[in-house]
């Protein structure tokens, strides 16, 4: 970058606005996983939607991209600069204002860079609960949440972050603003257009604000954990439960016993927890009313779930400190498969009564590749997103093991999951690192349409190039 460029940004944004020490720069232009790794000139941090307004209007005009960044958690590359130089990263971590919480209209209005966990705590203290949770929520930021449309552990209840969005502000490629902050729930005028950039990763705008759902504080929670029997049906199970609950469960989480292995070498004496042999699940159940039996609830679930042979045998957390050891379990895994040395994630969806078919012919597919490599599998199944995850073996090194097993295996993993119906991303998006799976699994017509809806949006390519479907790479110098 120049320095009357450089001078430019900073004449807007001030002095701590503009990041261009390499130290602090450097964790910007490396992925989550640290799979790809780019460069940036700058790191840009606006406070304001008006900052926003003028740095995009002011990189436009020098011929800059810009690459919009939450919290970095990204499993797919999808807020990672390319190697060109030409993009800088903007970070909207100065953005970090609740604007509102409505108690009586249940919502919550934010700017993009407010981390999820500080959010929760929010509608925490007006006595509500936004339902969104992740595994990465003290540090992603709602506008990432956003970008890629996050899912996480309570998809089965409350939906996708599609479904929490009431009202959405974005900076548009010429600096123009969509404004559509309002806090209803019935607005038919026209075309949704908070829609396009609800997953789509920062490649049609820059989101700077959000207008969230909120739900009635959860004061009661029973959970367990069940041992599976081999060949428990995931799906009834599901389904039953669902049935028994009058549709109280929030969370069903399936766990296999490698993944509590991995967890265990972690944490040595730490995990008491044990899977049966068919795997685990954990379950919750929640209500905001005190004057639901949700214990006596849940007891007669487990019971009818044993008397069909499901289960093996289940733990009722009696405490809140049993329940968070349960999480920990969960929430622990990829920490466990990062310490073991690092895996390859394939992020699978299928339609949930296609689960154990999925389990059964990934696990053969597997099998024939290498019967000696190890499977770390859990999920959602709640809402068909089963993680399935190959282990690095010992002694390997992690990047190239990857390149391999994405090279082929990978593949026959998603070739099983499209013959179910499924998907190859249920929750991490496309980014970079999925935009060949994308062109070789995505419906031809699908593709096209997304790259004519990016080209109305973002005719100069400026907004987070090579992410997502946008073929031209970096704008030229």
Request: with cysteine.
């Amino acid at each position: 970058m120049t320095p009357d460029a450089l001078a430019d940004f900073r004449a807007l944004l001030g002095d701590t606005g503009v990041v261009t020490a390499p130290d602090v720069v450097a964790p910007y232009v490396v992925d989550h996983r640290q799979l790809i790794r780019g460069t940036t000139p700058a790191v840009l941090r606006p406070r304001s939607t008006e900052d926003v307004q003028a740095m995009v209007r002011l990189a436009g005009k020098l011929g800059y991209g810009l690459v919009p960044q939450g919290g970095n958690t990204s499993y797919v590359g999808g807020a990672t600069p390319d190697e060109s130089g030409r993009q800088l990263v903007v970070s909207l971590e100065r953005m970090n204002r609740i604007r509102a919480v409505d108690p009586l209209g249940f919502t919550l209005s934010a700017d993009a860079g407010v981390i999820l966990a500080d959010a929760q705590a929010a509608a925490e203290a007006a006595g509500l609960m936004l339902p969104l949770s992740l595994g990465s929520e003290g540090s992603c930021r709602l506008g990432g949440n956003v970008g890629t449309n996050a899912g996480g552990l309570s998809v089965l209840r409350y939906g996708m972050t599609r479904d929490l969005v009431l009202g959405l502000e974005a900076v548009l490629p010429d600096g123009s603003l969509l404004g559509d902050m309002r806090a209803l729930r019935k607005n038919n005028v026209g075309y949704d257009l908070k829609q396009m950039f609800i997953g789509g990763e920062g490649t049609l705008g820059i989101v700077t604000g959000v207008v969230l759902k909120l739900c009635p504080e959860q004061v009661l929670t029973a959970t367990a954990w069940l041992q599976l029997a081999k060949g428990a049906p995931l799906p009834q199970m599901l389904a039953e439960v669902r049935r028994e609950t009058a549709d109280l469960v929030s969370s069903f989480e399936f766990i296999t016993a490698n993944s509590v292995a991995l967890v265990a070498a972690l944490k040595p004496g730490e995990v008491n927890l044990t899977t049966g042999s068919g795997g685990a699940v954990l379950l919750e159940v929640s209500s905001s009313s005190r004057r639901v039996p949700l214990d006596e609830i849940l007891m007669g679930t487990l019971e009818a779930l044993m008397e069909k042979g499901w289960v093996e045998d289940a733990l009722l957390a009696q405490s809140e400190r049993q329940r968070a050891d349960m999480w920990a379990v969960r929430e622990t895994i990829p920490e466990g498969e990062k310490h073991a040395g690092g895996s390859v994630k394939h992020d699978i969806s299928v339609p949930i009564s296609a689960l154990d078919a999925f389990l059964d012919q990934g696990g053969a597919a597997v099998a024939a590749y290498d019967p000696a490599l190890v499977l770390s599998v859990y999920g959602h199944v709640g809402d068909g997103n089963i993680h399935y995850n190959i282990v690095v073996p010992q002694g390997e090194d992690r990047l190239a093991f990857t390149r391999k097993i994405e090279a082929g295996l990978a593949h026959d993993l998603y070739a099983i999951a499209a013959a179910l119906g499924g998907s190859f991303s249920a929750e991490y998006g496309i980014g970079r690192l999925k935009r060949d799976l994308l062109e070789r699994y995505g419906d031809p017509a699908r593709i096209a349409l997304m790259g004519r809806v990016k080209a109305a949006f973002d005719p100069a390519g400026l907004m987070n190039a090579g992410a997502m479907v946008d073929p031209k790479g970096a704008p030229p110098a």
